[in-house]
């Protein structure tokens, strides 16, 4: 049975890529109930395929809209679930078990909602960062990652 949070990431990262309209899928992101992606997303590989899709669909949708003067990772502008999220909210709420990163290193951040820490992978994937899109926007523009898929 397919998972439709799944889905629906994979969906965003494609019309993303291909410069679709993918304001009404963002929309039904926002509408999705906490308790719902919370049971659909039950294991840590069903967490990183919907966050790792998000996360890049988001670096390139974001990357495409006007500069902004607060960073484009920092900014609370990803609506889930009635939840506003950063890309590096995802990136070390979620994907990263709550870390924070300071220089090189990474502390854990006991800030964090509940929202995040709920959702959040319960083990350490250190190989998740070759998936993650951080492209520099002002020269990458095109760069492409592969959706990751069930």
Same mark, same amino acid.
């Given at each position: 049975?397919?998972?439709?949070?799944?889905?629906?990431?994979?969906?965003?990262?494609?019309?993303?890529?291909?410069?679709?309209?993918?304001?009404? @899928? *963002?929309?039904?992101? +926002?509408? $999705?109930?906490?308790?719902?992606?919370?049971?659909?997303?039950?294991?840590?590989?069903? #967490?990183?395929?919907?966050?790792?899709?998000?996360?890049?669909?988001?670096?390139?949708?974001?990357?495409?809209?006007?500069?902004?003067?607060?960073?484009?990772?920092?900014?609370?502008?990803?609506?889930?679930?009635?939840?506003?999220?950063?890309?590096?909210?995802?990136?070390?709420?979620? @994907? *990263?078990?709550?870390? +924070?990163? $300071?220089?090189?290193?990474?502390?854990?951040?006991?800030?964090?909602?509940?929202?995040? #820490?709920?959702?959040?992978?319960?083990?350490?994937?250190?190989?998740?960062?070759?998936?993650?899109?951080?492209?520099?926007?002002?020269?990458?523009?095109?760069?492409?990652?592969?959706?990751?898929?069930?």
């Amino acid at each position: 049975m397919e998972n439709y949070q799944i889905a629906l990431s994979e969906t965003i990262l494609s019309k993303a890529h291909s410069g679709e309209d993918t304001s009404a @899928l *963002r929309r039904e992101l +926002y509408y $999705i109930r906490r308790s719902t992606l919370y049971k659909k997303l039950n294991t840590d590989e069903l #967490k990183k395929m919907f966050w790792v899709n998000l996360f890049n669909a988001y670096v390139i949708i974001i990357s495409n809209e006007p500069k902004q003067k607060i960073s484009m990772f920092k900014r609370k502008r990803i609506k889930i679930a009635q939840y506003l999220l950063s890309l590096d909210d995802i990136q070390y709420g979620i @994907l *990263r078990m709550h870390k +924070y990163k $300071i220089g090189f290193c990474y502390i854990n951040n006991p800030f964090y909602s509940s929202f995040i #820490k709920m959702l959040a992978v319960t083990k350490l994937d250190y190989t998740i960062e070759p998936q993650l899109n951080r492209m520099d926007y002002h020269h990458k523009k095109n760069t492409k990652k592969a959706i990751i898929k069930q």
